[in-house]
């Protein structure tokens, strides 16, 4: 893909991300607003986790070693030969996770007396109820995966972008209209229904890709057989990873009331800044990983890779500071409404504190882990993942009592910093100089940049809070908006001080949007 494509595709998905969060944001909002943090979210926000944990552990899987195995066999025996094989997964897909639902089911009051051990009482029965509601959201999850992975591997990258949209229109809905009445059962089966929908907005991309079904389960498919080789260890990597989420809530349901809710809306606002720009990266050059190392291509694989990770610095260490230095007023204005009090802010804005911390290393485990993908390792990101996941468990037992809460966010943070470090180590050994020194100077640039515009607009923030001392939900909102752009300017004056090529990269980019914009408006001027 040509770097203008890049550029679009990305920007493509960056749109899509930005309108999809905005309305996570609004259904997480909802949610606190209705329910606040209290043990009927607490009770959900459990449940959810359970057939999340399967969906992360299987999608995950699925759409990692799909596009690389996908474009092999297109590449070796035709589009023919790479549908049979789509068809195929979807099948074996389908009766994997409907048996999945069925173990769940029956299983589910062992299951959550596991992850729930804090619970006591109704929450138990209600967590198990849940539970057993929102399993089938696993089913639809996973084909999700085969057909995001499917499209993006045909370099249609809109569709699956847009997934996050319908998802959270369904789930307001639910929110608000089941919410009152049926309670957080209402918001369960909503949940269920807004899965569901993220496959039917796939289905005209789906068609313009010319896919079509077959009923087709090939066990001798050569890219089937290579994806089951593949996948193994991408399922205990990320099951493991899940185990240090299953330890986190279950260490949380001891610790006060709403303590999971806190880490779920800390967690949700942190990883705004990677799946809205950090994913739009990773998503596009992974296709293009993917090329490259099939064709061997192993000088353009790296210079890639360095402008993934200059690209993730450039854009997650100024917006880990500014969420960082505006923790509290960012939760105020998001959340802090109806039945999500002034507590429950300040529970939310002290794990945020800790989770920005890891923002940075996150970014860059995501870029790193695909280019070990589409050099079709999965072994080597399994094993440092468990090590991480072992460092994160230990540190949730250290950490927990002296930081409550703040410390499971914390481990969180210091065990993706040591899988990032250990993944850039090994792939450095294993494939020569990755551009180490173009990646440190980008790294002490954006770095001081990011320090200029956090003591910028912590100055400033005061001064505003001075003229209004106690502002309203409007007036903050309005006040964190000056800080925001304030922030914004800050960073790119430095960013041009300090010349890095990123600023003006993305300048000429959002130029080129405005002209093609603007000359879209002078036409249908012209023709009316």
């Given at each position: ?6 550029f ?5 998905i960056t749109?899509a991300?930005i309108i999809?969060k905005?309305?996570?944001?609004f259904?997480e909002?909802?949610?606190?607003g209705?329910?606040g943090?209290?043990a ?5 926000l459990?449940?959810?986790?359970i ?18 195995v ?7 025996e035709?589009?023919e030969?790479?549908l049979?094989?789509?068809?195929t997964?979807?099948n ?13 089911y029956?299983?589910?009051?062992q299951?959550?007396k596991i ?7 109704e929450v138990?029965?209600l ?5 057993r509601l929102?399993l089938?959201?696993m ?5 999700s995966?085969v057909?995001t992975?499917?499209?993006q591997?045909?370099?249609r990258f809109t ?19 089941s ?9 369960a ?7 569901a ?12 890709a ?6 087709v389960?090939?066990?001798?498919d050569?890219?089937?057989?290579l994806?089951?080789?593949l996948?193994?260890?991408?399922l ?5 990873g ?5 330890v ?11 303590s999971i ?6 967690t949700r ?5 990677l799946?809205?720009?950090i994913a739009?990266?990773?998503t596009v050059?992974?296709?293009t990983f993917?090329?490259m ?13 360095v402008?993934?990770?200059r ?8 917006m880990?500071?500014g969420m960082i230095?505006?923790r509290e007023?960012?939760v ?29 290393p996150m970014?860059l485990?995501?870029?790193i ?10 072994f080597t ?6 090590v991480?996941?072992v460092?994160?468990i ?5 950490l ?6 703040g410390?499971?966010a914390?481990?969180?943070s210091?065990a993706?910093?040591?899988a990032?470090?250990?993944?850039f180590?090994?792939l ?7 551009g ?8 002490w640039?954006?770095s001081?940049?990011s ?11 005061e001064?505003?809070?001075?003229f209004?001392p106690?502002?309203?939900?409007v007036m903050d909102a ?14 790119a ?7 890095l ?7 000429d ?5 405005v ?6 408006g002078?036409?249908?001027?012209e023709s009316?």
């Amino acid at each position: 893909m040509k770097k203008e494509q890049l550029f679009k595709a990305a920007g493509v998905i960056t749109v899509a991300s930005i309108i999809s969060k905005v309305l996570g944001f609004f259904r997480e909002t909802s949610l606190a607003g209705v329910f606040g943090a209290t043990a009927a979210t607490d009770a959900y926000l459990v449940a959810t986790m359970i057939p999340w944990i399967l969906f992360s552990v299987v999608s995950t899987a699925l759409s990692t070693t799909l596009i690389p195995v996908f474009t092999q066999r297109v590449h070796d025996e035709g589009e023919e030969a790479g549908l049979r094989f789509i068809n195929t997964l979807v099948n074996f897909v389908l009766t994997f996770c409907l048996i999945l639902v069925i173990i769940g089911y029956y299983f589910a009051p062992q299951i959550v007396k596991i992850v729930a051990r804090g619970f006591q009482g109704e929450v138990v029965d209600l967590t198990i109820l849940l539970t057993r509601l929102l399993l089938p959201m696993m089913v639809f999850y996973a084909l999700s995966a085969v057909y995001t992975g499917y499209l993006q591997s045909k370099e249609r990258f809109t569709w699956p972008a847009l997934v996050g949209i319908p998802f959270n229109v369904v789930m307001i809905a639910s929110i608000f209209i089941s919410g009152w009445t049926y309670g957080i059962v209402g918001v369960a089966i909503g949940s269920v229904l807004a899965t569901a929908s993220q496959i039917l907005i796939m289905l005209p991309g789906l068609k313009r890709a010319k896919y079509r079904y077959q009923l087709v389960l090939d066990w001798k498919d050569p890219g089937f057989k290579l994806v089951g080789k593949l996948i193994i260890p991408i399922l205990l990597g990320t099951g493991a990873g899940q185990l240090g989420t299953i330890v986190n809530r279950m260490l949380a349901t001891g610790l006060t009331e709403g303590s999971i809710s806190a880490l779920n809306f800390g967690t949700r606002l942190t990883q705004l800044p990677l799946s809205i720009f950090i994913a739009a990266v990773a998503t596009v050059l992974y296709p293009t990983f993917s090329n490259m190392a099939a064709n061997g291509e192993m000088g353009g694989l790296r210079k890639a890779l360095v402008g993934g990770i200059r690209a993730s610095i450039f854009l997650t260490i100024p917006m880990a500071v500014g969420m960082i230095v505006l923790r509290e007023p960012i939760v105020r204005v998001l959340f802090e409404h109806g039945a999500f009090d002034a507590e429950a802010t300040a529970m939310t804005a002290y794990a945020v504190f800790f989770l920005g911390l890891g923002l940075l290393p996150m970014a860059l485990r995501e870029v790193i882990s695909r280019v070990y993908f589409a050099l079709k390792d999965t072994f080597t990101p399994m094993m440092l993942g468990i090590v991480a996941v072992v460092v994160n468990i230990i540190l949730n037992f250290v950490l927990v009592g002296p930081l409550a809460h703040g410390g499971l966010a914390l481990s969180t943070s210091i065990a993706s910093l040591v899988a990032a470090v250990l993944l850039f180590i090994i792939l450095r050994r294993k494939m020569g100089s990755l551009g180490g020194m173009e990646m440190w100077d980008c790294f002490w640039r954006v770095s001081l940049a990011s320090a200029a515009m956090g003591c910028g607009v912590v100055a400033l923030w005061e001064v505003l809070i001075g003229f209004y001392p106690d502002p309203g939900l409007v007036m903050d909102a309005v006040l964190l908006t000056v800080a925001i752009c304030a922030g914004v300017a800050i960073y790119a004056v430095a960013s041009v001080l300090l010349k890095l090529p990123e600023w003006k990269i993305c300048l000429d980019y959002t130029k080129k949007i405005v002209r093609r914009f603007m000359g879209k408006g002078q036409s249908r001027g012209e023709s009316l």
